[in-house]
């Protein structure tokens, strides 16, 4: 073997790794999320089953929220005041998205009566068009903020949401305020246990 040669190999056994790194990083920046607890001084705790909870007295006023949606439509959440506002965040390149949309759309259509309403954040998509796609192929009928560069997530206290971490989920009770998080995708079963305390809530 020419000495040429043996340093490609060298080189080609040595990249593999950080390649393998490199995908990893990809791959969990769309997966289940984690469970870890409180973030800043939001004082949400974290269960068993991943899904974090915030006690009504100590819980954060959420972002203002404004801009276009997927369609090209003005967007804002403070016009769902009074409502328990699910804010999900995903993403059309995004595999665990797609799974958890259709529990999403079910839960969104069973709620809607009871003051629930769904908002998406999409974020990661640098054409419009692939999140439009996106919601017709998974007959997504509630709106979604289009934040391509995730600048709508960085409103959120820190830690709180973020684009490395998608599919992620917010519940903001009836007051504006941040009731309930999740950063991995959820079933209906799941999203009835951060969103039906919510409902009945006085």
């Not at 060298?10 to 593999?16: G, I, K, Q, S, Y």
């Not at 967007?75 to 665990?96: H, I, Q, R, T």
Request: aromatic residues 6%; positive net charge; charged residues 25%.
């Amino acid at each position: 073997m020419s000495h040429g040669r043996a340093s490609r190999r060298r080189f080609t056994l040595l990249a593999a790794p950080a390649a393998a790194v490199a995908l990893a990083a990809t791959l969990s920046a769309c997966g289940t999320g984690g469970k870890s607890g409180g973030v800043g001084d939001t004082h949400l705790v974290t269960g068993s089953d991943g899904i974090s909870t915030v006690d009504k007295g100590d819980r954060a006023t959420a972002p203002k929220l404004d801009g276009q949606s997927v369609d090209g439509k003005h967007l804002d959440l403070a016009d769902y005041k009074g409502k328990v506002v699910v804010l999900n965040a995903w993403g059309s390149w995004c595999g665990p998205c797609r799974l958890e949309a259709k529990h999403f759309t079910k839960v969104a259509k069973a709620t809607a009566d009871q003051g629930v309403q769904f908002l998406g954040i999409n974020t990661g998509d640098a054409r419009r068009g692939s999140a439009a796609g996106f919601e017709k192929d998974l007959g997504i009928e509630y709106p979604s903020f289009y934040d391509p560069t995730g600048k709508l997530l960085l409103r959120f206290p820190k830690g709180m949401l973020k684009v490395q971490t998608i599919p992620s989920t917010v519940v903001i009770d009836r007051d504006g305020k941040i009731a309930a998080r999740s950063l991995m995708a959820l079933d209906d079963t799941k999203l009835h246990r951060m969103i039906d305390p919510l409902i009945t809530e006085k």
